[in-house]
C-alpha cells in the first residue's frame, strides 16, 4: 500500500496523528500490531491525568492546552465525553522539593508554570486543603497546588474517537499487523509488516515500547521500558470519591521518586490508584501482566493507609501499564537522525497522554508541511548522543 504518510503503532501520540494527517487531507495509512484501544502498552487503564500547569517542564503547557481544546473539539463531534474537568490537586511537603518525573522542587515548578501561563490555581495549605477534602489523611504542614482546570481524559474513549474519525476521513487502519522493518530510501520510506509491504513519503513512528526494537540506535540508548500497576479500590462511602467531591491528585510524601502516588475520583470502577517506578526495567513482549497479591499489599500499606480515608483495604482490580522512559524523562519527538523522511513521536516518560492530542497535530503538520505549530526543540533526540572524544 502506497501513502503519503505512514503511522507506526496507534496508542495515544499515533492515533491523534492519524485523525489530524485525514483532516488535512494527506493519504494516510495507520499500522498497529494489535487492535487498539489495547492493554498491551499505555493508552488503558479507564483513566489518564491531565494539567495545564506542567511541573516536568513550561516547554509541555501549550501542547496541554491546545490538546484540551482538541478534546473538546472531539466531544463536540463524536457525542462522547473525553475529558472530565474535575479539578486536581497536588501535594507535597511545605518546601515543595520533592522529586517527580525526575524534575526536583515538582510542586514549585507547576506554580512557577501556572504563574508563567495565567493558569487558574490556588495555593492551599494544611488547613484549607483539609477543609476542602476530608477524605485525604494529611501530615503536618503539607502544601497544595489546587488546580479547577485539570482532571482525567478517558484513553481508551480518546484512542477509539480518533480512529473512527481518521477512517471516515479517507484514512486506512490495519491492525493485527506487526511491524518488522522501517527502511528509509532516497524517495521514501519502506515500511515491511508480516503481512504487507506499505511505501510512503514519510512515517511517523509511535509506537512506544516497541520504538527501540524497530528503530535501534540512538533509541536503544535513549529508552528504558518500565511496568507499572495500577489498583482500584472500593471506599465505604463510594459518593466521598465521586468527581465534584474529589479531584485527580498526585501526592508525593517524600524528597524523591517513587515516594509518591497519584489518583483520580471513582468514575464507574471504584477509586484508582497508583505509584510509579523505574529501577527495574523489561521489555514489552516479556513484562509480567499479572498483579502479584504482595504488589497490592504493599500499594495499600507504603501510600494509601492513612492517607486515603475509609478505602477497603484490598482492591478489586488491578492492571498493568508500560512506561517508555527517557533517563531525563521528558519526550522524544524529533526525526531519526539518519533521515528526515521517518519522525519519532515516543516515548512519553509516563506523562504523555495529557499532551498527546496537540503531539499527533504537530507531527502530522511536520509530516505534511514540514514545519509543527508548537516548539519541538526541547525534545530533540541529539541530547542523548554520546559526548565527544
Not at 473525553?82 to 507535597?92: D, R, T, V, Y
Not at 519527538?333 to 496537540?358: M, N, Q, T
Amino acid at each position: 500500500m502506497n501513502a503519503d504518510v505512514l503511522v507506526v503503532g496507534l496508542g495515544a501520540m499515533g492515533s491523534a496523528a492519524l485523525y489530524q494527517l485525514a483532516r488535512r487531507g494527506a493519504k494516510a495509512v495507520g499500522v498497529d500490531r494489535f487492535r487498539p484501544p489495547h492493554v498491551y502498552g499505555s493508552s488503558h487503564g479507564e483513566t489518564r491525568i491531565t494539567r495545564q500547569a506542567i511541573g516536568e517542564g513550561e516547554a509541555y503547557v501549550p501542547f496541554v492546552l491546545r490538546s484540551h481544546q482538541i478534546w473538546r473539539e472531539l466531544e463536540a463531534i463524536s457525542g462522547r465525553e473525553l475529558f472530565l474537568a474535575c479539578g486536581g490537586l497536588i501535594l507535597s511537603g511545605k518546601t515543595g522539593k520533592a522529586t517527580h518525573h525526575s524534575k526536583p522542587e515538582f510542586l514549585n515548578r507547576t506554580i512557577r508554570a501556572a504563574r508563567a501561563f495565567g493558569i487558574e490555581h490556588e495555593l492551599l495549605d494544611t488547613a484549607q486543603i483539609a477543609e476542602r477534602f476530608p477524605q485525604l489523611g494529611l501530615r503536618d504542614e503539607e502544601r497544595g497546588y489546587w488546580e479547577p482546570g485539570a482532571g482525567l481524559v478517558y484513553p481508551e474513549r480518546c484512542v477509539e474517537v480518533q480512529l473512527e474519525q481518521a477512517i471516515g476521513l479517507g484514512a486506512a487502519v490495519r491492525t493485527g499487523e506487526r511491524v518488522l522493518r522501517v527502511a528509509a530510501e532516497k524517495d521514501g520510506v519502506t515500511v515491511q509488516t508480516d503481512l504487507a509491504t506499505h511505501h510512503a513519503d514519510r512515517v511517523i513512528v509511535s509506537a512506544g515500547p516497541w520504538v527501540a526494537e524497530l528503530l535501534g540506535e540512538p533509541l536503544t540508548r535513549a529508552v528504558r521500558v518500565y511496568r507499572q500497576v495500577l489498583f482500584w479500590f472500593e471506599a465505604e462511602q463510594p459518593e466521598q470519591y465521586a468527581p465534584g467531591r474529589f479531584p485527580i491528585f498526585i501526592w508525593t510524601h517524600g524528597e524523591y521518586d517513587g515516594q509518591h502516588f497519584y489518583g483520580f475520583p471513582d468514575v464507574g470502577s471504584g477509586v484508582k490508584i497508583a505509584t510509579e517506578q523505574d529501577q527495574v526495567s523489561t521489555s514489552p513482549d516479556d513484562a509480567e501482566r499479572a498483579v502479584a497479591d504482595a504488589e497490592a499489599e504493599r500499594m495499600f500499606e507504603a501510600h494509601a493507609r492513612g492517607r486515603l480515608l475509609g478505602l477497603k483495604g484490598r482492591p478489586h482490580q488491578s492492571a498493568t501499564c508500560l512506561y517508555t522512559s527517557t533517563p531525563d524523562g521528558d519526550f522524544i519527538l524529533d526525526r531519526h537522525p539518519d533521515s528526515e523522511r521517518v519522525l519519532i513521536a515516543s516515548p512519553c516518560s509516563g506523562h504523555g497522554f495529557k499532551h498527546s492530542a496537540a503531539v499527533g497535530e504537530a507531527m502530522a503538520a511536520w509530516a505534511v508541511a514540514g514545519a509543527a505549530p508548537l516548539d519541538l526543540s526541547p525534545f530533540s533526540l541529539s541530547r542523548f548522543a554520546p559526548a565527544g572524544p
